[in-house]
Structures are given as structure tokens and as C-alpha cells.
């Protein structure tokens, strides 16, 4: 007999937890799957694209086991792999994820249940004892399970075109003071540690590799845990890179000067058949050959010039003009070329002949594409950094050109720049004792620590790609491969298949203008937005640690960004940003607030949070470094900002962060995050944790829903935490209320508590638990944690008797009621109360945020260093709560809106 969706969560509701884990999956049937159409998100490639999108499902409408056809617009069948990322409680497909390798990509797609179209050439995947090949049917690689090479040759049409890919690193002993003498450096390479094939076609085979760089001349010495993954597609011309470290080392000793990817290039070519190409701006591009024959004093004649031009085959040497020909052994070969964008606005290329001679000045411009080509007229190597300028320092390399092999080193931090300084940027100005570091906290808002403000276990992610082209690529193919560096093509869902299937706890509707005070408020969210985008392009907020974060707070007085003041400096996801673009997003489908919102959770997921040592699952907050701060907590890490990207992209880099996080509920034995205002002794016992009910717990939940949703291998133990602690919360007098409880690390529960308690804060909702609560509500049935989560929503802009007569006490004097208006409007819908519904509107007009009477607008600025635009009256943590109040109050309450 089948079971249905009701009878399980009749179940659900009398059973204790301990046998909701024992639960059989549902076996859902349903009659039918809908069609979803598909787009791209900034419009339809120009070239073959290759792209991988997550596509959401209503609750109980596809099985697990459904399989997917793809056709494009016209209705021809375009072969797809898929597979699931996600499941609902009922056991049917929550998300889906899709490859397609696109030759000539259509406007549009219709994902649909059926069989998918298999291609005609698949990928393929053959696994020998010391390395695997990875075939698209155009390109092969070969890719060694040991040693330093990652991609130790790749082939075109049996032509090899590169070899002895590796990861290079330089590694300094010191940072040089000032007009202090020589420092040394220490060249490293990547050592594999194992090679784990995760897809193997057929449209999208994954290879995920990991290592540490090692010294070449010295046994023993690693550091810089890597992880890369090697994305090949059917058909396709080119392997995608994503290239993640981890720094381990504390920031004060070991400095990195150099992290690139290095390739070696066979040159067959006679070298005025050979070819340097640097994307440049605006579709230009630099253009040369290794023996240049043009601007000569004798002319080859002008078929050879266009010829050399074009970057096709010259003409037989024998029709050319003699006087050329003859002395072609005295026309320079330029075999080194470098491009550097040490900054957001500048780059420049110098040349050389070779190693030990003087370096040319070529040119210089703004920002570079970041892609380069090296070879000749039977084949060469394209290589791209995404987010070349906006990293900065970046680098490309090419050497030796003029010999029978060149060198090609993509820099994701220039040598040329310096190292990268990360030691701590002040000394402890006597802040000794905890009394010291929160008067420090009253006057800075910098919570230090000394020993704290390390960077040992934050991470970057890059994302490469290499074509093994079979000749040189043209002008027009050129700017088109810079485009899909700078922009790789991304498959979207529609607004409605985003919104409808309320995967995210419905807490999102379309934009909607109908109503003049609807159109008020989604003028105010474009405005917010607007300016944020300026503010990065206007305030530089680029670099490589840097770029993807935003600032905290605005200095009215010198008119800038406090980024040199304790805590309102960088935002490092404070009261929930991520949230707030990714919530723009799902209502909307604009691609300028996808790509924002990329780059910071590309950001905030590796650079915030720690991924190795004693702070592992823990993130940073707000501060002049990104790891400046000593408040290392789960509000920073949750999954729930990072959720959204994974789910849309099917991303296994940010799956990775995901399942980092599953055991993080084991930090809080190694830090107290209140150690700093107990007051009484607390030593952290496994059995009887201190820990949080609203930042601390809400991120725990976030990472359990995650990986229980995923089946991902921790699926069971997470599942039984997180509805142990629901269920034990729901059991306490005050609920949520109570503020914190002692967690049991082994059985995920949280001790009796007898007594009704108020400790609330301003922040415990607000860095996702307003998002992660609506999800777990909709999932499944525990009424009385739903009864403590509305109490909570119900009561925290209640009035003070309101409070009382609930609690047994009122609240403390509390801040931010604009943001929390959404929880009033939560409660109004879940409990059907027009009264709350008019209450939560009142406070979104009236709260201690962003009111509708405020200019809206920013007005420019010419006195400071760069001319830009300001809204002294904004700042980021009201920006987000704004922007999440409005969205889901919106969406929850919108039918009762009054005007202002």
C-alpha cells in the first residue's frame, strides 16, 4: 500500500523522535512531472557553451528515481546527465541537478521527465592502475594519481598540445620592511595525495584531485592543502579547473609570493608561425608572433603580413620576397611574454627575448579578461582566470616560446606583486584580559584576542579553464572564449519554478509593482541594490582575500568606508547579506544580483570560515581583516547562506563547505563563544554544552537539514540532531525564548529545563533562523517547536505585557524591529491573524530601520580620494535586514499592505 504525504505526517506529529529516524522513506508516485523551461541567465552564448544548473521540485511531485529529457526551442533533443542533489521527507526529488555541452547553444530549453538524448560522442572515463584518461571526443587527458603533475599530457585529434600540468607556488620567508635588503624565496609544487573520479559522463565527467605543494629539493616540507576538480564535457574543447587551497600557516611566519597553475606547451611551429595572444578590453586583444615579419625594413610581401595577422600559415618561405627570407636569422624571437594586473585598474605587458636579457615595455591598459593563448598554426593552449582584474594581483607567463617547449603560468597571485602580507594588522595595545579586550570592544567594536586574529584555515577558490585549440584561435573566437573566462554561461530556472515550488520555506514572491505601496518598496530594493553595486566598482572593493565582501559601516564624517575601524570594516556576512541578494535573486532572475551574490558566497563560504585546525566549521566576524576578529561562531559558517549557490549551480566546491559543517556542533568544545561574559566558571563537557538557541543553533540546524536533504553520509546522525534539538527546544517552558541550553553531543539533545527563562537578543533570529525555522516547518511536523518558534515570532516586538503574560518577564530593551517584522508576518500567515498581519506592516513603516521618508537616493561625492556616490544614511546591516523584511513580509502578508 502506498503511503501518503498526510498519513506521514500524522506520524510524525505522535511519534517521538527516536522513531521518526526508524521512519521508511516515502514511495511517492505521482502522475506528473512539469515541464520547466530554461534560460540563460545573461542571454545566449555566441560559441558552445558548456553548463551545469540545479532545478527545483515541488514537494511530492517528482520520484527519485524520475530520469529527464532535454529539448531545445526548436524541439530538437539535446542530451543531458542528471542527477539529484536533494530530497524531500516524503523521499521525492526536492532538486535536481543537469550538464548540457551546448555546440550551438539554443535561446532556450525545456527540461521535462523522459529519457535523455545521449550524445553523440559521450565523455569517458578509462581508469588504469597510475593515472586515468578522460576523453570529450575532441580533447583527451591524461591525469597521473601520483607525483606532481595533475594533467601530465593533453591531446587534440592525437596532437599533444600541453604536458606537465602542475600547481606552483613561491614561498617566502619574510616580509621585507620598508628599505630593508633581500628576502628569500622557495619554489614548491603540487604533490597528489588521491584522485577520486565523481562523475564519469556521460555529457560531465568530474575528477577531483587533493594534495599539499612540496618543496622540489627538499623531502618532508608541505603546506597548502589543495583541492582540485577537473570538469571535462562531451564534445568539448577545453577542461574547467577549480583550483581551492587552505592556508595553513598562522599568518605571521611562511608568506606566500606566487600560487599559479603551470602548463608546458610543444612548439612544432617555425616560430614566425608561432603566436602570442593577450585578451585585452572591449574585445581588443594583443596580437603577435614569436619572429615578427611585419614593420620589417624590407616588406615579405602582403599576403605573408596578413597571413602572420590572421595567425593562419605563412606562405612558402620560397615566395617571399628574398631579401626577407635571407636574413630571417637576425629578426629577434620574442619567446617571453607578461601580462600583470597588480591592481583593479591597471595591467600591464612587457616582452623579452629570452631569459637573462632586458624586458620591453608592450602597453598597458585597465582590466584584463585575464586569457591568454600560446602556439602556433597546428595547435596551442588557451588559458583564462575568471575574475582576473577583480582578484588582483594576477599574472599570466608565457616562456620560452621561442624553443621547442614554452611555458605557460596562470598567477592567481603575481610574483610580481610582493608577498601576500597576512600578519595581523595591530599589535594587542595592552588588551591582556577579557575586562580590556570589551573596552576595546566599546570604542572600536573590534572584539580581540590575542592569538585570534589568525588566518590558519581560511580558503580560496579559483576557477580556470584550458582549451587544447587546433590552431590559432581568431580575433572574433578569441573575444568570445574572453567572455565565457570573464562570464562562464549559466542556465537559470524561471522566477516561477524558483518561487512556486517553495523550496526555500516560501518565504519569496515575485516582484510585484501593482500596488503603489508595493512599487515603493521594490523602487527602495533597487535603489539598495544599485548603490552596493556602485559602492564595490566606486570604493575598489576588489583583491584577491578581499573581493566578494562588502563593508559594514559608512563614515559620515570623511565621507568613506570605516575599513580601517575595528569591527565596521569588512562585513564578513553580518546579519545575513547573502541572504538578502540571494532572496533578490529567487524573486527576480536578474543576473547582475546572481553575480553578485556568486562572487560573496564565493567569498564568505572560503575566506570567513575556517576549514582546518581548532576553528574548523567556525566563521569570523566583521572586522579590518577578514580574519581579524576573535568571535569565531556558527552564525558566520551556516549553510544557509551557502545553500542557494549549490542548489542552483550544483557546485561540488560549495557542496564540500556544506558537508565541512555537519559536525560542527564538536567547535563548542574547543571555544565558548560567550567565554568573554560568563559570569560563572564554564568548562565546556560534551554532555552539557552551552550553546545558543538562536545563532549558534540555527546554524546547526542549517548544515543538519543540509546533509539529512543531500543523503549525504552523515544523513541519519544529522537527521536525528536536528529534530532531537527541535523537539527538546519544543519542550522547554519558554521555548526559544530560554536563549540557550545544554546540548548533548551524543545523543543531538538538549537537557530538560523546568523554569521558565527570557534571554533574548537582537541578533538570534537574524542570521538565518527566520529562513531556516520556515523550511523545517514545512518539512515536518513538531508542534510544539512550531508553537516556540511563532511564540518567539509572536513576542519580539510585542508589547512588554504581552511579553510577561507569556514568559513569566519582558523582554530586554531590543533593537532592530524593522528587521524583525518579518517574523510577525510569519506568525500572521502560519496562524491566519489579520491583526498580526497589520502589526508586522506597522513595523516594517515604523521600525528602527530604513523609513519610507528617507531621500532615497546618493548623492556625489568629489573630496575624497576617487569621486563616488553616497548615502551617509545607509549601512549594510540595516541594508539586509531591510531587504529581508520587505521581501518576506511581501511575500507572506503582501495582500493586507497598506500604505506608509
Known sequence: MEITRRQILATLAAAPVASLIDLPTAAARPAAVPAVNLTWLEGRPASAAVTTWGTPWPKGAVRAEQTFSLTAADGSAVPVQSWPTAYWPDGTLKWSAHAIAASNPAHSY??????????????????????????????????????????SQLWRDGVEIARKGTLVNLKQDKIAEDEQGSVSRERFESSVESVVVEQSGPVRAVVRITGKHTTTNTKGKAWLPFTVRLYFYAGAENVRMMHTFVYDRDGQHD?????????????????????????????????????????????????????????????????????????????????????????????????RTKK???????????????????????????????????????????????????????WLWSPDAGAMDTRFYHDDMGEDTYPEQLEGLNITYEDYEPGFGTPYGIARTSELTFWALAATPTAERLSSMADQVRTPPQLVNPVDQLVSTKVFGGLVTPVDRSHPAKKAIEDHLDFLFDYYRGQVEQRHWYGFWDYGDIMHTFDEDRLVWRYDVGGYAWDNSELSPDLWLWYSFLRSGRADIFRFAEAMTRHTGEVDVYHLGQWAGL????????????????????????????????????????????D???????????????????????????????????????????????????????????????????????????????????????????????????????????????????????????????????LYNATREEQTAECGAYFPNLILRQGHARLTAYAAARLNRDDLAARAWKEFYTGDGYAPTLPWS?????????????????????TA?????????????GDQIVNP
Open 110 to 151: 525545456t527540461l521535462a521527465p523522459g529519457t535523455a538524448a545521449v550524445p553523440a560522442t559521450a565523455v569517458t572515463v578509462k581508469d588504469e592502475k597510475s593515472y586515468l584518461d578522460v576523453d570529450t571526443g575532441v580533447i583527451k587527458a591524461r591525469i597521473r594519481k601520483s607525483g606532481s603533475e595533475l594533467i
Open 255 to 351: 608568506y606566500i609570493a606566487g600560487l599559479g597553475v603551470r602548463f608546458r606547451v610543444p612548439l612544432r611551429d617555425a616560430s614566425y608561425d608561432r603566436h602570442i595572444r593577450f585578451a585585452g578590453e572591449s574585445g581588443g586583444a594583443l596580437s603577435e608572433a614569436v619572429k615578427g615579419i611585419t614593420g620589417l625594413r624590407r616588406d615579405p610581401g602582403a599576403a605573408v603580413r596578413a597571413a602572420q595577422i590572421a595567425g593562419t600559415k605563412l606562405p612558402d618561405p620560397a615566395t617571399w620576397d628574398q631579401r626577407v627570407t635571407t636574413r630571417l636569422q637576425y629578426i629577434p624571437e620574442w619567446g617571453d611574454y607578461t601580462l600583470s594586473q597588480l591592481s583593479a585598474d591597471g595591467f600591464t605587458v612587457k616582452k
Open 356 to 410: 637573462g636579457y632586458g624586458w620591453i615595455a608592450v602597453d598597458q591598459g585597465k582590466r584584463a579578461p585575464g586569457l591568454g593563448y600560446v602556439g602556433g598554426v597546428s595547435g596551442g593552449l588557451a588559458f583564462g582566470l575568471r575574475d582576473f582584474w577583480q582578484r588582483h594581483p594576477t599574472q599570466l607567463d608565457i616562456r620560452d616560446a621561442h624553443t621547442a617547449e614554452a611555458e605557460v603560468t596562470v
Open 619 to 662: 566563521g569570523t566576524r566583521h572586522g579590518v581583516q577578514h580574519w581579524a576578529d576573535s568571535a569565531k561562531q556558527q552564525r558566520i559558517s551556516t549553510a544557509i547562506y551557502r545553500r542557494f549557490y549549490y542548489y542552483l549551480t550544483a557546485d561540488e566546491r560549495t557542496g564540500d563547505l556544506l558537508s565541512e559543517l555537519v
Open 664 to 794: 560542527s556542533d564538536r567547535t563548542f568544545l574547543v571555544l565558548d563563544p560567550l567565554r568573554k561574559i560568563r559570569t560563572e566558571p564554564y568548562t565546556p563537557d560534551p554532555h552539557a554544552l552551552s550553546i545558543g538557541l538562536g545563532t549558534d543553533w540555527s546554524g546547526l540546524a542549517a548544515a543538519w537539514l543540509t546533509e539529512w536533504e543531500r543523503h549525504g553520509p552523515k544523513a541519519e546522525l544529522a537527521k536525528t540532531k536536528l529534530l532531537a534539538t527541535m523537539e527538546t527546544i519544543g519542550a522547554m517552558p519558554n521555548g526559544l525564548v530560554t536563549g540557550s541550553g545544554l546540548y548533548d553531543l551524543d545523543t543531538g539533545r538538549f537537557a530538560p529545563v523546568t523554569e521558565k527563562t527570557v534571554n533574548v537578543s537582537h541578533l538570534s533570529a537574524m542570521f538565518g533562523q527566520v529562513e531556516i525555522c520556515a523550511e523545517l516547518l514545512d518539512l515536518v511536523e513538531l508542534p510544539a517547536f512550531e508553537k516556540a518558534w511563532l511564540q518567539y515570532c509572536r
Open 858 to 878: 546618493a548623492q556625489p561625492v568629489t573630496k575624497t580620494l576617487n569621486p563616488t556616490q553616497a548615502a551617509t544614511w545607509v549601512s549594510t546591516n540595516t
Open 881 to 893: 535586514l531591510y531587504g529581508l523584511a520587505a521581501i518576506q513580509t511581501l511575500a507572506l502578508v
